[in-house]
Every structure is written in structure tokens, then in C-alpha cells.
RNA sequence: UGAGGAGUGGUGAAACGGCAUCACGCCUGGCUCUGGACCAGGUUUUCCAGGUUCGAAUCCUGGCUCCUCAGCCA
């Protein structure tokens, strides 16, 4: 049972807990909210979402189900220049997929510029908030830097009268971009450089996707974001680590404007992931220069990319519950991911056979024109699940080219000349004879007899030291495509890279190597786009969502399996 | 050289003054009609230096290292 039904780590579970949920424990049995729980996931929609925003979402969504409270969607979409509608259709899609669900809960920053604009006036009649009318070049001089004190802007005495005019007059458009801001009256001299005067309005002539061109005004995130949670009535803003210094400006505002049971922030750091990258900048920029073939690229870490992968949500999810939550910034290896993934598909996806790289094989002493339709199980025994296909037998087979060697090591369980190896569900053969190209010698073809009484029989002898591989029928096969992905980059930290250096100049050249000509039982004809099966020792595989169809198969590898004999391949060697 | 955070095996986390634990990885072995899964065993950890204490990853003092902040982005 994947961890997102059963996660242990529930109050009173006796289970550890992570940080935020303590504080949320120790606030519901306080009764600091009146036991009430709510969070919220904040996208802004301008771009889609990463593994990154999974690990707050199942945080923020998970920390309400453990706790008997809510969890809000909320857009904050605060800035017209960049936001789009089908992004938030993308993250709403995303957020759904991952097994989440905000009911009537779907809130949108943009829709609370009204009241956010009456706090606003609010700020300024208490003597709070002034109208700055320095230029962005002078906000900056004026500002100082981490060692030196900032200056007060000469505005900063406006009398209330005049700068609740020139708000008014800002809102109504009377003022060009830029022409005037509205900061917060905090300090100048502040130590924390966000509290110098932070910037809460700034002009922009420019259509918002959802509210048209009706104001020119926009919220920034500093004053936007805790008084959405306010007015939402958010009790927990959890947030990445990033936000830390900003918390000093979201506790500036609320204990002005909302003083009792207001919302409180807490950061946690997100998530990085070994060989690729996370930023929404990195990631735009790989889908614009063509670097992938979209937000949706299987190698991408966005939900979309993973989606289209095959990876399940409850892998994901998972692998959330895994890697924990804390504050000290840390950078996570594939292998957790993966094996999350792997962990998931292993009871969900039956077990085909599929043959990436063929290599003919002639069973010599079966009839010629012989089919002979054998069953085979969906499932190992270790898995509780019933279930079987036919699948064809004749006298020409294929089997995979790694499957044989003329000359293996001591360990090889494979086939070799003079050996015998079981096909699987099937009968064991006996290579007799390799059948050679004449011009290079390669062994182009093998030419076995089989052994008729061996059908369903355990095996025995040197047969047990055998295994038992995967092949098809060449008369009944049916051709695929099958992409291999891989890691993105080929370093673990491609962002980091520096020297000059572009992460871009770290992309795995190998990172999707596209196999045709693959040959799949005939089993899989018809698999519908999204369908995913486990291919007999090489990984688990997806029928493409969006290239693959009936008659022109596309097969995804999402993840392949553990290989011990890989591995000791490479140390020995 | 300001402020705010963070340092526990190879990786991510737990231990909240009392035997450093879990997952992943790695290594052995077992089992297997998948070199998968599963089972058994093993490997490796408290940033440094002092101090308090019967006892310190945990408390105190002083260092060191890393991250964040000088957008009219979020």
C-alpha cells in the first residue's frame, strides 16, 4: 500500500513527525486556531510544475489530511507580465494527477485586489505605507547594501492626505509605469535588507489573463502572499526556504492589519535533485532552445515529464514521504527516486515479453509450420495476482543479442554454444551452432534444438544455474519503438558547473537513445497509450501517451530494474 | 567584514540529556522459470575546539564551512 494511504506519520502515531508537522501538532492540541488546520499550495502560473513543487504539495496537502484540516490552491498571480491561463490549467491537471484533491477550495490572488487594495489604504492612513516616488535606479542607491544602512527616500514624510491621492491616482492610471511605488514604512537602517522599505504596489499598464485591463496596479508577493492567507484564513504557510528573510515582512503586515489568529510562515527546503535541474528559469530555457521536446519531455523533471514517463503518482508520492522534510538544504540521489518508482510498479505492471535488440534463433527439431500457444503468467509468484496470456511458439524465435556470448565468463547463465538456457514460459533450448555473417564472423543467427519434455518441468542439473529468457516468436512478433531515457545531465549538480561554463554544456548526449526495429509479443498490440507492463528483465515500460498507437507501438522505458550482473560487469572488467 | 538559516554514514532523514536508528546505495549469502522481487547478514555517521554533566548529536562558549537577502519577480 503506497505510503499516501497509510502514511504512519500521523499525530500520535508514535511515528517521528517532521518539523512542520510538530508545530501544526502543537498548535491544533494548543488550540492556537481553535484546532482548525488549513495550508495552501501557491503556485504563481507561469510555468508548469517539477518534482520540486510535488514535495510542497504533498507536504501542504498531507499535513491537512493528517491533521483533520484543509488545503487551498491558491494562484498568486500577482504578475500580469508573466501569467497565463494554461498554466493554470496545467498545475490544477498536475496537482490532480498526483491524487490530490482542493474541492471548493480554488482560490486566485487576483481575485482579492480589492480588498488587498483596501489594506492598502488602511497601511497608509495609519501613517504605514507612503507613495515612494523615486526611480527604480534611485530605490536601489537608496536602498544600501548588506553592510551598509539604506537612506530615506526624501517621499518617505508624504502627509497621509497626499499619499492616499496619489495611491488613488496610481490605481486610476493617471501615472506611467514606474512613476511611483507604494513601501511599506518599516526601517531603512534594517539589518535585513527585506525590511528596508520592502516595495508593496507597483504601477504596470499591462492585461492580466483573468482580470482584463481593469487595474494597473498589482499587489508584489510581499504583501499579496500573507494577506491572501489572512483573508483565507490559512493557519500554516509553509513555505521554501528561500522566504525566510520575506517572514519578517509577512509578520510586519499581519500583526498590523490581522492581529489575532492570524497565519504564521514556515520554510522548509526544497527539494534538489542529482543529474538535473530545477529551476523554472533552467527549465523554460531547455524547453525554448529545443534542448527537449517540451514541457512534457519524458527526461524532464516536471510532473508532465514524469507523467508522460509512466511514473505512477503514488511512486511519486512515495518518494515524497522518503526523503522527509527539514530545513537543511541537501540535494537528493536518483536512487531514492527511482526506487520509489520501481517500488510502486513492481505489484502494478504484469510482466511481457519483449525483445529490444533480436537475435534470430532457428529451433532446428521443431516443425516447421508448428505454432504452438503457450501460457504464460502475468506474475511472478511473489506478487498476489492471478492472471495469464497466451503466447505463440514456432520454429523461429528471437531472442535478445545480449542473451548470448561465445565466450562468457565463469558466471554467465545465459546462453552460450553448447549451453542450454529456458525460454521463458516455454521449453529450454541448446545452441547447436552459431550461424556467422561470412563477410565480418559475427554471429548473426544461433540454431538450437529444444527439449519437448522439459515444458513446465522445474529445472535440473546444470539447468538450475541457468535463467530463464525472454524471446518471441519471429512469425507471430510485433514491432516497436522503444525509447531508452536516461539521466539529463551527465553531472550531478549541473547548475553549479561554473567556470563559464552553461548547465546546458552538461546534457547527457546519451540521455534518449531510441531503439527500432524492437520485436514484442503479440500480446501487446493493442496496449492503449498509457499502459504499463514490466519488460521481462530489461525495466518497466509506458505505451506513449503521445506517439504510440495501435499498429505503430512507442514504448517509454520509465525505469529500468536493478541489475546485480550489470554492475559486476563493470568492477571486473 | 550586516542579518537570517543550516551542518548526523556515499545520499535523504530519525533520535528532543541515557546503547546513534530508518530508508536508499554498496558488499556477502540464500531463494527464484526475471542477474527483478523477496529473505538473512554485513559496511559506513554526529563540522571543529573547549566547557557543563555520572552521561552530550542534543545544553553552554568560541570557531569553521555552506545557503539566503541589495528585482518595481515569486
Keep these: 500500500m503506497p505510503a499516501f494511504e497509510s502514511d504512519p506519520r500521523v499525530p500520535g502515531g508514535g511515528e517521528p513527525l517532521d518539523f512542520i508537522r510538530e508545530i501544526v501538532k502543537r498548535d491544533k492540541l494548543s488550540g492556537l486556531y481553535g484546532g482548525r488546520v488549513v495550508t495552501r499550495f501557491p503556485p504563481e502560473p507561469n510555468g508548469y510544475l517539477h518534482i520540486g513543487h510535488a514535495k510542497s504539495i504533498c507536504l ?24 497565463d491561463m494554461k498554466y493554470v490549467e496545467s498545475i490544477m491537471r498536475d496537482v490532480r494527477w498526483l491524487g490530490f484533491d482542493w474541492q471548493d477550495r480554488l482560490f486566485f490572488a487576483s481575485d482579492y485586489f480589492e480588498q488587498l487594495y483596501g489594506f492598502a489604504v488602511r497601511l497608509i492612513r495609519d501613517g504605514k505605507a507612503y507613495v515612494d516616488s523615486l526611480n527604480e535606479e534611485e530605490i536601489r542607491r537608496y536602498r544600501g547594501g548588506v553592510t551598509e544602512p539604506g537612506r530615506e527616500s526624501p517621499y518617505r514624510g508624504r502627509s497621509v492626505e497626499e499619499n492616499l491621492d496619489l495611491f488613488a491616482r496610481m490605481r486610476a492610471g493617471e501615472f506611467p509605469d514606474g512613476a511611483h511605488v507604494l513601501r511599506a514604512k518599516c526601517d531603512m537602517a534594517a539589518s535585513n535588507m527585506k525590511m528596508r522599505d520592502p516595495l508593496l504596489y507597483r504601477i ?24 491572501s492567507d489572512a483573508i483565507e484564513n490559512v493557519t500554516h504557510s509553509i513555505c521554501t526556504l528561500e522566504f525566510e528573510n520575506n517572514r519578517a515582512i509577512y509578520d510586519w503586515l499581519l500583526d498590523n492589519l490581522f492581529p489575532s489568529q492570524r497565519p504564521h510562515q514556515y520554510e522548509f527546503a526544497r527539494l534538489n535533485l542529482d543529474y538535473t535541474v530545477m529551476s523554472k528559469r533552467k527549465l523554460l530555457a531547455l524547453v525554448e532552445e529545443g534542448l527537449v521536446s517540451g514541457w512534457d519531455d519524458p527526461r524532464m523533471p516536471t510532473i508532465a515529464g514524469m507523467r508522460r514517463r509512466g511514473y505512477t503518482p503514488e511512486g511519486i508520492r512515495l518518494f515524497a514521504a522518503r526523503i522527509g522534510v527539514d530545513k537543511a538544504n ?9 526506487n520509489a518508482i520501481r517500488d510502486d510498479l513492481n505489484a502494478l505492471a504484469p510482466r511481457v515479453m519483449a525483445v529490444l535488440r533480436p537475435l534470430k534463433v532457428t529451433i532446428t527439431n521443431y516443425p516447421e509450420g508448428k505454432v504452438e500457444w503457450l501460457d504464460a503468467p502475468y506474475w511472478p509468484r511473489d ?35 553448447g549451453g542450454e538456457v529456458r525460454l521463458r514460459s516455454a521449453y529450454f533450448i541448446r545452441c547447436e551452432e552459431v550461424e556467422r555473417d561470412p563477410a565480418t564472423g559475427d554471429a548473426v543467427g544461433l540454431r538450437c534444438t529444444y527439449d519437448p519434455d522439459s515444458l513446465g518441468k ?42 563559464g561554463k552553461s548547465f546546458t554544456d552538461f546534457l547527457n548526449p546519451g540521455s534518449a537513445e531510441i531503439v527500432r526495429g524492437c520485436l514484442v509479443e503479440p500480446s501487446l498490440a493493442g496496449s492503449s497509450p498509457g499502459e504499463r507492463f514490466q519488460f521481462l528483465r530489461h525495466g518497466y515500460f509506458v505505451a506513449d501517451e503521445g506517439d504510440s498507437r495501435p499498429g505503430a507501438l512507442v514504448f517509454n522505458r520509465i525505469v529500468d530494474l536493478k541489475d546485480r550482473y550489470r554492475k559486476h560487469l563493470g568492477k571486473t572488467d
Aim: one cysteine or more; aromatic letters at 10%; proline letters at 7%.
Design 60 to 83: 501542504n496537502f498531507g499535513v491537512a489530511r493528517d491533521f483533520g484540516g484543509v488545503c487551498h490552491l491558491r494562484f498568486d498571480d500577482t504578475n500580469p507580465e508573466t501569467e
Design 204 to 227: 504596470r499598464h499591462a492585461t492580466h489573463y483573468r482580470r482584463g485591463g481593469k487595474w494597473c496596479l498589482y499587489p508584489m508577493y510581499d504583501f499579496a502572499h500573507p494577506l
Design 330 to 338: 541537501s540535494r537528493v540521489s536518483m536512487e531514492l527516486l527511482e
Design 383 to 417: 506478487i498476489d495476482k492471478g492472471g495469464s496470456r497466451k503466447v505463440p511458439l514456432s520454429r523461429e524465435v528471437v531472442i535478445e543479442q545480449t542473451d548470448f556470448l561465445e565466450n562468457p565468463p565463469a558466471d554467465w547463465i545465459r546462453l552460450r554454444p
Design 458 to 499: 522445474p529445472a535440473k542439473g546444470a539447468r538450475k544455474k541457468t535463467t530463464a529468457v525472454q524471446w518471441v516468436s519471429a512469425a507471430h512478433a510485433v514491432k516497436a519503438e522503444v525509447r531508452l531515457y536516461d539521466r539529463l545531465f551527465s553531472v550531478a549538480d549541473p547548475e553549479s558547473a561554473g567556470d
